[in-house]
Nanobody, 118 residues
């Protein structure tokens, strides 16, 4: 089992910045990818950014140039630096890990709320 603990959400004014962090712990064999998703009210969960162990980092078009994802493999931590926040970024942000032992399993954090006021 892998547990994910998120931190860093909160309330910020438009144009401000927040940094989200997520640390994976437990019985970890191989993490294939770590990333952040968000869910806006009444909408489906959507990818914000993802960083695989090998391969290119992926960003949603709506956050390119404003958000930066980074990963520390030594501590199994993924962070999301969010700059130039907009009211439309208001959502619950979820950490997601693809973990491989025998099978590949997706783990989700509980979510952290980001509110951007205009």
């Amino acid at each position: 089992q892998v547990q994910l603990v998120e931190s860093g959400g909160g309330l910020v004014q438009a144009g401000g910045s927040l940094r989200l962090s997520c640390t994976a712990s437990g019985t970890i064999f191989r993490i294939i990818s770590m990333g952040w998703y968000r869910q806006l009210p009444g909408k489906e969960r959507e990818l914000v950014a993802s960083v695989p162990t090998t391969g290119a980092t992926i960003y949603a078009d709506s956050v390119k140039g404003r958000f930066t994802i980074s990963r520390d493999s030594a501590t199994n931590t993924v962070s999301l630096q969010m700059n130039g926040l907009k009211p439309e970024d208001t959502a619950v942000y979820y950490c997601r890990v693809f973990h491989k032992n025998v099978y590949t399993t997706t783990y989700w954090g509980k979510g952290t709320l980001v509110t951007v006021s205009s």
